[in-house]
């Protein structure tokens, strides 16, 4: 039985970075999926990415035809539509890509550079033998039948479903659970216009708690006459259905008179900080399997492939120093932890605020800027969030009887500068990792305590 260097599950954008860097490094890599060839990189998403990401991973942006549209910057509207920002620079320049083409060109590469892909095959469960993850139990779709693929290393990069790493045991020390309330339920369409949007050049979201509570509706156009239009709802209490809320209260905006589905689905997407370790013996834990989502956007396709791509680096180091123990791949935990995860986490704990506030209170804020358009641009690359406190905002807040508000905003301003901190101090060594852990633990409960959505 051929024993790979690396086996990957799930060729999303995190797989097929994974599989095509370490095969490009040499290494003997086999990547899984469970759609056929052509199907892969058909993703419900809402399809945009930041210009940056491609900058910072030395990859070639996307090429005519695998994007729509492209984007300089966002609008976010205020609940009661009375408050716009317009968030730009080029920290925001960014691509509508058409997804499918776009997938069907990182997989292409990952063949390119010498990966095996076996199409139409489910993971089913990892092996685990001795300690560690060897390999996984599949099954070939086309034949219904069951077999065996063993690696040295795994890489679950299988989204959402994260389906080895539910069903990893507690011993390999990845959290094998999270919690829905951490997730969104979301439903997107691509429709194609009777009427021209008004600036194709700008994605639109709105925020407000009773058609998207605790998450946002957005219109992302692709082209003057075709959008990417959804909404994504925070998975808690007895959350509506999506969709739903779309049909009510989005589509039926003049925009959308007389449009045409051209694609609809519903998909889940993780929007709370990462695991807090995505490694154990003999395997990686990657992209939304392990929860590298932008808590407050939900973008996800940018860290997916960085997460990819230090995947293969850790795994190329480890083979090469003959340890590929949870100790030998810890690497990975730390390079994320410090490129991206402290963002993340600092963003979490603003994804808790938010979701607790109510839409007047989200209108107040914005109206009166008490974060202004540049420093929302900058807590999104950052995570640190500058609130714009002056006298003049205080006599208003103090006069419409909401300083209790301001009080909230400026302890979850200072938490998530002590989150980012912490992410940054991410432990170099496993043995320091339980100590790490019960801080994280305390800062989050302090974040659901504090803003009362526990
Ligand atoms: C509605 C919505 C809108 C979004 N909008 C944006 C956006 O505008 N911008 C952005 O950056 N991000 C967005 N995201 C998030 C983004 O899509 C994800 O973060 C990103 O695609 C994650 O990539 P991934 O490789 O981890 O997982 P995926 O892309 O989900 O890939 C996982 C792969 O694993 C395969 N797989 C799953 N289970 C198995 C199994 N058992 N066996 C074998 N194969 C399996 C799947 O078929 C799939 O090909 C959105 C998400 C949603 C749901």
Redo the contacts with the bound molecule.
């Keep these: 039985m051929e024993k790979f260097d690396l086996l990957v599950?799930?060729?999303?954008?995190?797989?097929c970075l994974a599989a095509s860097k370490a095969a490009e490094a040499g290494l003997n890599v086999c990547l899984?999926?469970?759609?056929s060839t052509s199907e892969?990189g058909k993703?419900?998403?809402?399809?945009?990415?930041g210009k940056h990401h491609f900058e910072n991973l030395g990859l070639e942006e996307p090429r005519k035809g695998e994007f729509e549209g492209k984007v300089l910057g966002i609008k976010i509207f205020s609940p009661d539509t009375r408050t716009v920002f317009n968030v730009m620079g080029e920290g925001l320049h960014g691509y509508l890509l058409n997804r499918h083409v776009f997938g069907q060109k990182l997989l292409r590469l990952a063949i390119q550079k010498g990966a095996v892909f076996l199409e139409r095959?489910?993971?089913l469960e990892p092996i685990i033998e001795k300690g560690f993850v060897s390999g996984v139990l599949a099954k070939n779709l086309e034949k219904n039948e069951k077999m065996k693929l063993y690696a040295k290393v795994t890489v679950d990069?299988?989204?959402?479903?994260a389906?080895l790493r539910k069903k990893l045991p507690l011993e390999i020390g990845i959290s094998p659970h999270t919690d829905k309330e951490e997730y969104e339920a979301?439903y997107?369409e691509i429709r194609e216009l009777k009427e021209e949007v008004e600036d194709e050049r700008f994605c639109e979201i709105y925020l407000n708690q009773n058609v998207a509570p605790g998450g946002y509706y957005w219109i992302f156009p692709k082209n003057k006459m075709k959008v990417n239009v959804?909404i994504?709802v925070a998975m808690k209490h007895k959350f509506p259905n999506p969709k739903e809320q779309l049909y009510k209260h989005v589509l039926t905006r003049e925009l959308f008179r007389g449009s045409k589905v051209l694609d609809g689905g519903s998909?889940?997407?993780p929007t709370r900080r990462p695991l807090d370790s995505m490694v154990g013996n003999g395997i990686i834990v990657?992209?939304?399997?392990a929860c590298q989502?932008n808590p407050i956007h939900?973008?996800?396709?940018?860290p997916?492939m960085a997460a990819g791509v230090l995947a293969a680096q850790t795994v190329v180091e480890a083979l090469e120093g003959g340890d590929w123990s949870r100790d030998g791949l810890w690497r990975y935990n730390v390079l994320f932890m410090s490129s991206y995860g402290a963002k993340q986490a600092a963003l979490d704990i603003f994804r808790i605020f938010l979701q607790a506030c109510s839409d007047e209170e989200i209108n107040y804020g914005m109206r009166y800027r008490l974060i202004t358009e540049r420093d929302v641009l900058k807590a999104s690359q950052m995570g640190d969030i500058r609130l714009n406190l002056t006298e003049k905002t205080l006599r208003i807040f103090r006069g419409l009887r909401r300083l209790g508000f301001l009080k909230k905003l400026k302890e979850a301003a200072d938490l998530m500068k002590k989150a980012k901190n912490h992410y940054l101090n991410y432990p170099e060594k496993p043995e320091e990792f339980e100590n790490w852990k019960i801080t994280t633990q305390s800062i989050i409960e302090e974040a659901k305590v504090k803003f009362g959505s526990v």
């Design positions: 599950v799930g060729a999303g954008s995190a797989g899984i999926d469970l759609k892969v993703k419900i998403c809402g399809d945009a990415i095959t489910l993971a990069a299988s989204g959402y479903t389906v979301c997107r959804g994504g998909w889940c997407v990657a992209g939304d399997a989502v939900g973008g996800g396709i940018g997916s």
